[in-house]
T-cell receptor, first 116, second 112 residues
């Protein structure tokens, strides 16, 4: 049981390049989300998904795309990287709808992205 | 809207107590608490639902005042391992699609 895995751990991009951050979970959770964390800003929601084939925008979705073709995977795509997207990105997986006693959100280890 | 956490930072000596507060201007369904150590991912501590329920987790407990839309995290007899940044995440309830909005965090430092 690996929990939530993210790849890569570190990435450096040039302005205008595109890339995909990978996220996978093996807990059969329906709910997955992507956050970015910047110094002093806390965690801000980028996109989330309540199940395969269903995605929606969070607080800061501009410049990012997501898709959810399977329960396990939830990749985040940067379309044309900008220096403002330099951040630490966390993927999270959560069991919802089964009662508060089992409602727990697990975060992946994060991807540290630098855009030059 | 982002919840407001206070204080922004607190320094304790081992064995002392601390309280971290989280306030929202929105009606809340639940409040989540996480701890994050430097360079690591946030780790879930507990969730509280509206109704004033108080929960505990070893020597860490929390309460949720539904009328004031406030939650407090209580750390008693602090240990060195309690050091880290504590975040509250708030959920507005039915129709919010389980979206969590996080505060900016409270940096807790426990010294020997």
């Amino acid at each position: 049981n690996a929990g939530v895995t993210q790849t890569p751990k570190f990435q450096v991009l040039k302005t205008g390049q595109s890339m995909t951050l990978q996220c996978a979970q093996d807990m059969n959770h329906e709910y997955m989300s992507w956050y970015r964390q910047d110094p002093g800003m806390g965690l801000r929601l980028i996109h989330y998904s309540v199940g395969a084939g269903i995605t929606d925008q969070g607080e800061v979705p501009n410049g990012y795309n997501v898709s959810r073709s399977t329960t396990e995977d939830f990749p985040l795509r940067l379309l044309s990287a900008a220096p403002s997207q330099t951040s630490v990105y966390f993927c999270a997986s959560r069991r919802v709808g089964a009662g508060v006693s089992t409602d727990t959100q697990y975060f992946g280890p994060g991807t540290r992205l630098t855009v030059l | 809207q982002q919840p407001v956490q206070s204080p922004q930072a607190v320094i304790l000596r081992e064995g002392e107590d601390a309280v971290i507060n989280c306030s929202s201007s929105k009606a809340l369904y639940s409040v989540h608490w996480y701890r994050q150590k430097h360079g690591e991912a946030p780790v879930f501590l507990m969730i509280l639902l509206k109704g004033g329920e108080q929960k505990g987790h070893d020597k860490i407990s929390a309460s949720f005042n539904e009328k004031k839309q406030q939650s407090s995290l209580y750390l008693t007899a602090s240990q060195l391992s309690y050091s880290g940044t504590y975040f509250c995440g708030t959920e507005e309830g039915v129709g919010s699609n389980y979206k969590l909005t996080f505060g900016k965090g409270t940096l807790l430092t426990v010294n020997p």
